[in-house]
């Protein structure tokens, strides 16, 4: 399995805080049949201001050879979670901040209680520009969860749409687990991931959403989320999904 969306770079967010935790979080992921990981610490203009710098590289650097010096056999890659803001597409072109492995694809988040029309803007701005939005754990978004058919809309445009594994497991509260199912039912869901940010509570492990996926819906479709779009991801492929159902 690809995890495309995990806190594992150690003192840059509120993931995890020092390079103990990322090999333990690293190795548990690997114990759960993880293969490849996107770290993606949150750029978030004036909280965690993790644009693509020097320290950041040299962070990144750090917890790569960290890992292999560990003899943990993950293949590691680099991107962000991007927090929208007015300037996305403008830093995205200037370098300022990092894509999923380098592609096309860029993982960016909404506050929770933003307003659709903003977020609208800023993906048919990033489509615009030649980069493709993965729109991280929308099922968490209060105005989502109020307008599921939102996500359609941004299916439709272009988007790719990542939910998180404890979302899926009702560890999100009930409101993300519903809309979480009726995006899987509407056929939606470009990727699950783990959004993992600590050892205990938010963690890397993806057997048990793998399982729970696969007894819930089917072999393939976990197969699709887990393993075939964030392989497309990495490669800076096309998502392949099923035909999606609208809202009514």
Known sequence: MIDIHCHILPGVDDGSQDMETSLEMIAAAYDSGVRSMIATPHCYPGLYENYASRPLQQA???????????????????????????????????????????????????????????????????????????????????????????????????????INKDSLLRRHGQMAYEISHSLLRHHLVSCVASDAHETAMRTTDLDEVREYLINEYNEEYAYMLLEENPSRILEGKSLVGYAPRAYK
């Open 60 to 162: 990144w650097n750090e917890l790569y050879h960290a890992v292999h010096a560990a003899g943990i056999p993950m293949h590691l890659y680099q991107g962000m979670e991007i927090m929208a803001f007015d300037d996305l597409v403008s830093y995205l072109e200037d370098g300022r901040l990092w894509t999923l492995n380098g592609t096309s694809y860029c993982l960016v988040e909404f506050d929770f209680r933003e307003d659709p029309a903003y977020c609208k803007r800023i993906l048919a701005s990033c489509l615009s520009a030649g980069y493709q939005p993965i729109i991280a754990h929308p099922a968490r978004y209060f105005f989502v969860q109020d307008h599921p058919s939102l996500v359609y809309e941004w299916y439709q445009m272009g988007c790719g749409i990542q």
